[in-house]
């Protein structure tokens, strides 16, 4: 693809997600959130509220303000290492998967879309935008210190971490996943967490590989909806770990929306789905 080609649809494509943000980063959400809800609760037949083809159709789709505000900087160096970071994905999670390291013994209790050897085919789109979300959060954040990778890199390892003391807990509760040995956190392990720095740590040193910081951080400056993926998680698992009582991975939640409103990019535009990249 051409670079005429690539800035085409790179616009195109913000113009669609600045013009649709409420849909995509809450009332999609929402809707996901009460179908899975009800779907565990019994409310809703599994066989729709756990749908793998629905699954992955919807979660492609709260990805489209993340993948808009990343196009515009792939490049060749880029393609590379998240073609890396994809096959580490998968190595990492088959390792998981048939030995227990490094998150510990689990197994999947829904098919996220095929499985190739007990992994989930579509294992990046899960958990690649986690880390990307993390990325653009932290350098949002820390401002100026973002341009020295001894601050960007832990910070953004920090909230990888706290991200998944939002997800494996919901996702527990949901029976996408279970852990051989329960754990004394809502059913997940320590190990779990330690297993996240690991994997968390390399997937953050490919993210600053494969972008270049300054770029990167003048593309989030530019783009008001960068960070709508992330919204649309904590929507999401927020909503799910307020039902089951998880007051922990709630509170953690609300750590997140902090981080959220302290950009300063979520007013009353964004509630009228304006504020798009061309104004």
């Known amino acids: 693809m051409d670079s005429a080609t690539l800035s085409a649809l790179s ?56 993948v808009a505000a990343v196009l515009p900087e792939i490049d060749r160096r880029a393609l590379a290492a998240l073609g890396a970071l994809c096959g580490y994905t998968y190595l990492i999670e088959y390792v998981g998967v048939t030995s227990g390291w490094p998150y510990g013994a689990f197994s999947y209790g829904v098919e996220l879309g095929p499985m190739v050897a007990g992994v989930p085919l579509a294992l990046p789109l899960f958990f690649l935008p986690l880390v990307c979300n993390a990325y653009f959060l932290a ?22 971490l706290l991200v998944d003391c939002v997800l494996d807990p919901g996702a527990v509760a949901l029976g996408f996943w279970s852990y051989a040995d329960g754990g004394v ?8 967490y330690a297993g996240w720095v690991l994997s968390g740590s390399v997937a953050v040193l490919a993210l600053d590989v494969a972008f270049d910081h300054r770029a990167l951080r003048a593309r989030l400056d530019d783009c008001p909806f960068a960070l709508d ?13 307020l ?21 300063d990019r979520f007013d009353l535009a964004f509630a009228r789905g304006s504020g798009g990249v061309d104004g």
């Open 11 to 66: 616009t195109r494509l913000d113009r669609l997600v600045a013009a649709n943000r409420p849909g995509i980063a809450v009332l999609a959400p929402l809707i996901g959130a009460a179908s899975l809800i009800g779907g565990a609760l019994g409310y809703v037949p599994r066989w729709l509220a756990f749908n793998a083809v629905l699954l992955l159709l919807g979660t492609a789709m709260l990805r489209l303000p993340l």
């Open 139 to 160: 350098v949002l954040l820390l401002g100026e210190r973002a341009g020295t990778a001894r601050y960007r890199l832990p910070a953004t390892v920090a909230i990888v």
């Open 185 to 192: 956190y809502y059913g997940v392990p320590l190990s779990n």
């Open 229 to 241: 993926d992330l919204v649309s998680f904590v929507v999401l698992w927020g909503l799910v770990n």
């Open 243 to 263: 039902v089951y009582a998880n007051w922990l991975p709630v509170l953690c939640t609300a750590a997140l929306v902090c981080g959220l409103l302290a950009t």
